[in-house]
């Protein structure tokens, strides 16, 4: 069992800047490829970006996010990050981090995820 748990979140003015972070707690990510979902209310959790073990490889949201937000990992810190610029209004969101094995990070449906953090807000305002 891992158990995720996110950082970082918080009110930030549109065309700022938040770094979100997540780690498990209890045991490392080894072998796992995390990804970045989000959910606004009143809609449903969408993907936004996964990486790698490794972190050589990544993959966006093709169109929200992909210019604005890097998806990184620093495995000496066993966490994962998501640097988000240029946040826009529509960002506003729960921010989820997620954990799977597998082989692909082309994967964008949140129940092929096995573990989840409880989410950390993110605001922005206009």
């Known amino acids: 069992q891992v158990q995720l748990v996110e950082s970082g979140g918080g009110l930030v003015q549109a065309g700022g800047s938040l770094r979100l972070s997540c780690a498990p707690s209890g045991r490392t990510f080894s072998n796992y490829k995390v990804g970045w979902f989000r959910q606004a209310p009143g809609k449903e959790r969408e993907f936004v970006a996964a990486i790698s073990w490794s972190g050589g490889r990544t993959y966006y949201d093709a169109d929200s996010v992909r210019g604005r937000f890097t998806i990184s990992r620093d495995n000496a810190k066993n966490t994962v990050y998501l640097q988000m610029n240029s946040l826009k209004p529509e960002d506003t969101a729960v921010y989820y981090c997620?954990?799977?094995?597998?082989?692909?990070?082309?994967?964008?449906?949140?129940?092929?995820?096995?573990?989840w953090g409880q989410g950390t807000q993110v605001t922005v305002s206009s």
């Open positions: 997620a954990a799977r094995l597998g082989q692909s990070i082309r994967v964008v449906t949140a129940i092929e995820y096995d573990y």
